[in-house]
């Protein structure tokens, strides 16, 4: 079993460290601390996952969703509960990019749908991390109204 809670001021280390060793970019997360959730191991609290929502106005890009070890289920659950964290702060919509078929067909199955680069958010144009996927082959944006989900 493990536990989901949102990160505190004193858990910024310990991401930076499990992220860096992740080779996940760990800028900005100390500006939208509130909207990144930890999951850890119910048996020692070692950190095991993390997801982030990088907010911009009423939308959110997701970032930083890294699993050491876990099952597709965890997966599911882990952005389930960023989907309800982003739900709670009232936000319109949540954004990601995946990679591989196998990613899509994850979100997909949590209601994202795809969405053209031309369709994307100018404010989320704006963003380092959104900037950086146009260099990366094969990635793809994807995005889910808030409207679908259940609190």
């Known amino acids: 079993m493990h536990i989901i809670r949102q990160a505190q001021t004193e858990d910024v280390e310990k991401i ?46 997701l970032r930083s969703m890294v699993l050491s070890r876990g099952t597709v289920e965890d997966i599911l659950f882990l952005i389930q509960q960023a989907l309800k964290l982003a739900k709670d702060k009232d936000m319109d919509a949540i954004y990601c990019r995946v990679h591989n078929q196998h990613s899509i067909q994850l979100f997909q199955l949590l209601g994202f749908q795809e969405i053209e680069e031309v369709d994307i958010p100018e404010v989320l144009k704006e963003s380092n991390v959104v900037k950086s996927v146009y260099t990366v082959d094969k990635s793809h944006f994807m995005y889910i109204s808030m409207n679908i989900v259940d609190k």
């Open 16 to 61: 930076n460290e499990f992220l860096t060793k992740a080779e996940v970019t760990v800028e900005g997360i100390e500006a939208w601390l509130n909207y990144f959730l930890l999951m850890e191991a119910d048996e020692d609290k070692n950190l095991i996952g993390t997801i982030g929502i990088e907010p911009f106005g009423k939308i959110g890009l």
